[in-house]
């Protein structure tokens, strides 16, 4: 069992940056992929991003070249961030993690409880 806790959310101005974390327990971290989604209001959750164990990366389009996932295996952490926000990016960002070594958009085992984004104009 893997337990996600998403920190950094918040409100900033369009243009602006946020870092997101994900605190992950368990002590086989390390092996997880790791995938960021959002959730705006209305809309269904959508793939934002994914890190796989040997730190590949994969984006959706609407955050390529915006956005950066990493992560700290020492630490058990992942990071969302975000650079140059749009309104259009305001959504509840969620963590996620799933034991396959391939970054997919689809097929996670564990989520976090999200974390709200908010990017006025």
């Known amino acids: 069992q893997v337990q996600l806790a998403e920190s950094g959310g918040g409100l900033v101005q369009a243009g602006g940056s946020l870092r997101l974390s994900c605190a992950a327990s368990?002590?086989?971290?390390?092996?997880?992929?790791m995938g960021w989604f959002r959730q705006a209001p209305g809309k269904e959750r959508e793939f934002v991003g994914g890190?796989?164990?040997?730190?590949?990366?994969v984006y959706a389009d609407s955050v390529k070249g915006r956005f950066i996932i990493s992560r700290d295996n020492a630490k058990n952490t992942v990071y969302l961030q975000m650079n140059s926000l749009k309104p259009e990016d305001t959504a509840v960002y969620f963590c996620?993690?799933?034991?396959?070594?391939?970054?997919?958009?689809?097929?996670?085992?564990?989520w976090g409880q999200g974390t709200q984004v908010t990017v006025s104009s």
């Open positions: 996620a993690a799933r034991t396959s070594r391939v970054v997919t958009t689809i097929n996670y085992d564990y």
């Open positions: 368990g002590r086989t971290f390390s092996t997880y992929t």
């Open positions: 890190i796989s164990w040997s730190e590949s990366t």
